[in-house]
């Protein structure tokens, strides 16, 4: 038969991640593509420790059907520690626990749009977010993001001109670019969003990634009533367990509880359990730093490498934290024949292309440090150099 | 601000799932209302078991980022029992895990729905769909369910005139009639699908679960090009993990994937090898048999008492397998208020209202049999029994 599919079906961007977990499983190539945090900072034993407590202790009500909103410990938990680490005030009844982060962008597209409505985002953006959005057929406009934040002049204007339903923004050593937004950018968004019909949706992967170890403020603090903000264990814990969160004013909860229970009624109420019990006994602060040191120092090699051994014309972003950095290549480089011509070297890069939500970054790549080690990186760099050097024109 | 939800939110209907929830944790309250399985089937041993393994074995692969199709073996182990069990090939590239089958739901819909599109299903036909669905903004038909099945004459004029993308029914032990489609009905829904452009949605939560112990064969078998089949752990080994999966032709199932990784990149990969390795050392067989032996000795408790010690004018669905059955009320009695006037005797029953999709069942109501014991349903019926006398005009 013809499947009759649904419109938003063909407004799909064909998607990288399938292909880049691919490349990530071939042990010749040093891949620099992919999104994973470093498997040894999941911290194996905790977790045995932790799951073997919850099965013995509750297991039968570990395994059961549960509600919609998720574990309440778990979420009294992330609201104690929003309170101490960030002296932000919110309670138990505005989180939600969801699927990893990735499901908060589905079902807050899901509650604000509807075809034809305008979104913003950064310019780079999450291409996970452009992906998840793009089937909600919405009209998509883009704010470059500058080193210190985005451009507030081009993000006032987006904001009272085109009036869109909210404006995504990753202001914590971003995903493509590596960049944090400064103090006073998170003023100027915030006073701009405050003047405005349009809610910002603050999604916090990183936050707790800083290399110096110091939180920065989250934007939602600023507009509590006028902001969402989405977190996420996949980073700090482990993403197998597939458990984030998202916090939002009681009107706005209550719709994305409503638009939870259609998805999946509730998300697996074992890893939540475990991640509860795990959270009790283990000190998460001194642990996220030990990941935090250990991806700064990735993080400043690549860099010195970029800086010392790269062809002239190629520029990178700083990141004070996170996972990922952005580099412009030299004029004449397409990102995509890069691609190509690091993987017959043996390295796998990011094409910028699909972070730009309309159009954009050709001479772009996305380069992931957390996820290899300081001989990977010298060697991978290395590889990378020498097809720099090869597509020259 | 005054938020800007999208229309979809409008069209939600009023959910009942969480205050059944919260009615099944009274312990005042013996509760026929709610749809959980019976925690004592719930293998904690073998589960844990099974967790530790997991953990000691492959604990840091567990616990990483995984593939958005779901784990291999897992899939495997489906497409195995689908061939012994059912004699369907069905190979695992055709097999996607899901969040529990409430996730294909959702998913299905995406991939199908525009606004205004026609979608079809029984009368009744489960909760959990009409909610998922709605987010859509489907327009609804239904066709009337009867013991043996649909009612082919309207299922083949709503199919013909109403062209609708897809129809969703549950052929085993429907939730939530109890109702099973007979073969005679199963190869006539087929041949009118066969000639038609619609989609036939075959959601099989309740098929390991005849008290005869014999499987049914699925619609789908007969339609394969033209159906997808959705089946589920959670009423089998335990609903907390959160894994279900679907099975659809190699054009759909792509179009899922994709749907998939928008929503959450993957289901929780902890708990898929959990309940790998589980189901790789426990015989799936014997444990399903003492579950629907259980569950069929507390239906015919229930339906012998409905016969024996009720008001007349009442009638019920004869269930040969799940976990419901559906009383139709003695004329006058309307099921909304025998809600309320149950619970004011201690027992909680679940109005039919909501498992209408076009409006109707104000005189019927569901009964769940499976999270019960003897004595619960004996002392629980009799206040039901009480309830509805009082009602009675």
Chains 1, 2 share one sequence.
Request: charged share 25%; with cysteine; glycine share 8%.
């Amino acid at each position: 038969m013809e499947f009759r599919f649904s419109h938003r079906m063909h407004c799909a961007p064909p998607s990288f991640l399938d292909r880049l977990f691919a490349v990530s499983k071939d042990p010749e190539i040093i891949s620099f593509a992919g999104g994973l945090p470093s498997a040894r900072f999941i911290d194996l034993e905790g977790i045995r420790d932790a799951a073997t407590r919850v099965l013995e202790e509750d297991g039968r009500d570990a395994l059961q059907y549960s509600t919609t909103d998720g574990y309440l410990p778990l979420r009294e938990y992330i609201s104690r520690r929003y309170r101490r680490r960030l002296n932000l005030s919110i309670p138990p009844e505005q989180i939600q626990i969801v699927n990893g982060s990735q499901q908060c962008l589905d079902l807050v597209a899901k509650i604000f749009l509807d075809p034809g409505d305008t979104v913003a985002m950064e310019r780079p953006g999450y291409l996970g977010a452009i992906e998840a959005f793009s089937l909600y057929e919405p009209v998509f406009r883009d704010v470059a993001l500058l080193p210190g934040g985005p451009d507030t002049g081009e993000f006032s204007r987006v904001i009272r001109e085109a009036r869109p339903k909210f404006f995504y923004g990753i202001p914590n050593s971003q995903n493509p670019s590596g960049q944090t937004y400064s103090p006073d950018a998170r003023r100027a968004v915030a006073e701009i969003i405050r003047d405005s019909e349009t809610l910002f949706y603050e999604d916090d992967a990183f936050g707790e990634l800083f290399f110096d170890g110091k939180p920065r403020p989250p934007v939602a603090g600023l507009i509590p009533g006028q902001a969402v903000l989405s977190g996420s264990f996949s980073k700090i814990i482990a993403p197998g367990m597939r458990i984030g969160w998202i916090c939002a004013p009681p009107e706005v909860i209550a719709k994305f509880n409503c638009a939870k229970q259609a998805a999946d009624l509730h998300s697996n109420f074992l890893c939540q359990k475990i991640l509860s019990a795990y959270l009790e006994t283990h000190d998460l602060d001194s642990h996220v730093r030990r990941i935090a040191r250990a991806y700064g120092e990735n993080c400043r090699l690549m860099c010195e490498i970029l800086d010392d051994r790269f062809p002239p014309g190629l520029s990178h972003t700083e990141p004070e934290g996170g996972m990922f950095l952005m580099v412009t290549l030299p004029p004449g480089i397409d990102s995509h024949r890069l691609f190509e011509e690091g993987l017959s070297k043996g390295v796998a890069v990011l094409p910028g292309t699909p972070f730009y939500a309309c159009g954009g970054g050709e001479s772009t790549i996305r380069l992931n440090f957390s996820n290899v080690d300081e001989e990977q990186i010298k060697e991978g760099m290395d590889r990378l150099s020498s097809a720099i050097r090869d597509l020259a024109p």
